[in-house]
T-cell receptor, first 112, second 115 residues
Framework: GENVEQHPSTLSVQEGDSAVIKCTYS??????FPWYKQELGKRPQLIID?????GEKKDQRIAVTLNKTAKHFSLHITETQPEDSAVYFC???????????FGKGTKLTVNP | DSGVTQTPKHLITATGQRVTLRCSPR?????VYWYQQSLDQGLQFLIQ???????AKGNILERFSAQQFPDLHSELNLSSLELGDSALYFC???FGPGAGNSPLHFGNGTRLTVT
């Protein structure tokens, strides 16, 4: 089955710096890669997703890149702000598959 | 607000007991997923239902069971509870049968504490 590995497990940056979180997946059939943000004590919320026919997607300060050959995808957050502090989860899923497999999460801390 | 409703918010019970967690999906969504999140752990997929039928199973223990009713709400039953079952249990819903190509919308979770 699919296995998703996420690095780093914790990340601390200064406000205004960029943050990068990386994930690798094992199933070459996976073609849907969402990212979820979970603030302390709250539910995970979708922040951006990418499909395998696209190499990069941007939404304001957030971007996701995908390298299907290497089977890895990354989340990039620019101009970080304290409110970006949260746990971020990547996930991989096969189109039409019922199962979305999550990475173990990255705890991002943005220091003012 | 995601539109996914989970009750209760908190549940405290003793080892060996049985509890039921309830989830109402977002209006129009046919799939319901259950995830377990232990302290400092990721989201472990338990089970999925689509339009009343079991669609996929993850690492769900035999002591756990679930069902989806005709009105599409779902219940997760946890029995013979152990201390290690203490966790945050999330329900998520999506429109289609596959989580692989349809965004999941999570509820606020039920925090289960087994003492």
């Amino acid at each position: 089955g699919e296995n998703v590995e996420q690095h780093p497990s914790t990340l601390s940056v200064q406000e205004g710096d960029s943050a990068v979180i990386k994930c690798t997946y094992s199933d070459s059939a996976s073609n849907y890669f969402p990212w979820y943000k979970q603030e302390l004590g709250k539910r995970p919320q979708l922040i951006i997703d990418i499909r395998s026919n696209v190499g990069e997607k941007k939404d304001q300060r957030i971007a996701v890149t995908l390298n299907k050959t290497a089977k890895h995808f990354s989340l990039h957050i620019t101009e970080t702000q304290p409110e970006d502090s949260a746990v971020y989860f990547c996930a991989a899923g096969e189109g039409g598959s019922e199962k979305l497999v999550f990475g173990k999460g990255t705890k991002l801390t943005v220091n003012p | 607000d995601s539109g996914v409703t989970q009750t209760p918010k908190h549940l405290i019970t003793a080892t060996g007991q049985r509890v039921t967690l309830r989830c109402s999906p977002r209006s129009g969504d046919l799939s319901v997923y259950w995830y377990q999140q232990s302290l400092d752990q990721g989201l472990q997929f338990l089970i999925q239902y689509y339009n009343g039928e079991e669609r996929a199973k993850g690492n769900i223990l035999e002591r756990f069971s679930a069902q989806q009713f005709p009105d599409l709400h779902s219940e997760l039953n946890l029995s013979s509870l152990e201390l290690g079952d203490s966790a945050l249990y999330f329900c998520a819903s999506s429109f289609g049968p596959g989580a692989g190509n349809s965004p999941l919308h999570f509820g606020n979770g039920t925090r289960l504490t087994v003492t």
